[in-house]
């Protein structure tokens, strides 16, 4: 990878940590618990759970890829990072630049 390239990805890569970062303190918000005393009724209760559930869900998948792109700003001068981590080719700048965390290359990703 020249120089350049990994200059732009490093680059790429803390805009998105600073993007997840965001949207995790926004799901944060959205995924308090459903306080019991709350006067709502019986199938609003019910639906305030299951959206709780899916926002869990969002939270956990927001907080999986924030650990990958900070994984991946502290290797990304390793000289081998952007090689394949199966077939040790070198990974596509456009998916790198798309998926910065990617350690796969495209085939070995299906």
């Known amino acids: 990878m020249a120089p350049e390239e990994r200059k732009l990805l490093k680059k790429k890569i803390i805009e998105k940590i600073a993007e997840t970062e965001k949207k995790?303190?926004?799901m944060e918000?959205?995924?308090k618990p459903i306080s019991p005393e709350n006067s709502i009724g019986r199938v609003s209760?019910?639906?305030a759970i299951n959206?709780?559930?899916v926002s869990d869900a969002a939270l956990r998948n927001a907080k999986r890829q924030l650990n990958s792109l900070q994984?991946?700003?502290t290797?990304?001068?390793a000289p081998n990072f952007?090689?394949?981590s199966n077939c040790k080719k070198t990974i596509q700048p456009a998916r790198l630049m798309f998926m910065p965390q990617s350690t796969l290359c495209v085939s070995c990703a299906r």
């Open 71 to 73: 994984l991946a700003l």
């Open 51 to 53: 959206n709780k559930g």
């Open 45 to 47: 209760r019910m639906d």
């Open 29 to 31: 918000e959205s995924s």
């Open 75 to 77: 290797k990304v001068d």
């Open 24 to 26: 995790i303190k926004g």
């Open 82 to 84: 952007g090689n394949c």
